[in-house]
């Protein structure tokens, strides 16, 4: 009589232990957040499908997933087009001297969510090249990505491209800046439902302050090799010396999308270091004072993005010299 009763007991006891075992694997299966489809379909696009790369949403809807084919190396000795004005923002300095190799340097954390890290680049003064150090800027909107900006040789001089926000990614030159702009794309955190996730592999992250944190490490491909190849520190493109890098199909869709120019609040980031010794290549050979600052620049207000028109025209841009 009591056969029954203990048969159903065991078979309970059974599938209970079942449910506990698949809860643990749930529990301890590592986690990396994507990019929701309604995110997707308010940037007109399908959702990414390359591979497990969040950042891959980084990049515009167009030509090849550079998670899966490495950019095609541009023939050697080659050089920029043209004033690079189909792809880059007007330059707005001249140089007729390369730019110093990119300084190693460490990172601050981010102020809290929300800031975008803006990697430390060679800028043109009176008195040479100085250092604008790194720092964490306050997004000027929502979903807003910064392509830096970069050096470009053409015509035995060196020209300065400004960097710009946008919605994806555009061409930098193929510049390895570091703190995940690899030379293409940007792999230091994506957007996601209006805010903002930090990739731990490349960003130094203090948890306590950035609550959307995840990890993910990009292969290296092309011109994205790591630091510590002989042109890892390369700070400008084409030329002798320079990156050899073609913008591809997705960058040059995201420069024709609405874009910002860097706001004032950086440019005057900027031109805080221009008389700073320091921070001037012909007295720190190279090494900068001040690589990157602790202080975020905050977002200017109004700052709206919009479609530029076509460009036609041949001008390489003017500048100082």
Known sequence: ???LPRFTLWISLAIAAALCVAGLHLMLTPTIPVVSAAVAAAQDQAPPDQGQDPAAVNMAPSGPSYTTEAPPPEQAGAVPEPGDQDYS???TETADQPPPPL????QPPPPGDGYIWTPGYWA??????????????????VGALWTPGYWGFYGDRYRFYPGYWGLHIGFYGGINYGFGYMGFGYEGGYWNSGRFFYNRAYNHINERVVHNVYEYHAPARGYNAPRGNNDSHASYRGGPGGVQARPQPSERAAYHEPTAPRMSS???HAQNYQSNRGQSASHNNGQP??????????ADHNVHP???APSHSTNNGGGRH
Do not use: C, F, I, S
């Open 306 to 308: 919009t479609v530029r």
């Open 124 to 141: 043109w003064g009176p008195a040479g090249y100085y250092w604008v150090p790194g720092a964490w800027v306050e997004a000027p909107y």
């Open 103 to 106: 300084p190693d340097y460490q």
């Open 89 to 91: 923002e007007q330059p």
């Open 289 to 298: 004072r001040t690589p990157a600052v602790n202080k975020p620049v905050r």
């Open 1 to 3: 009589m009591n056969r």
């Open 266 to 268: 950086q440019e005057r």
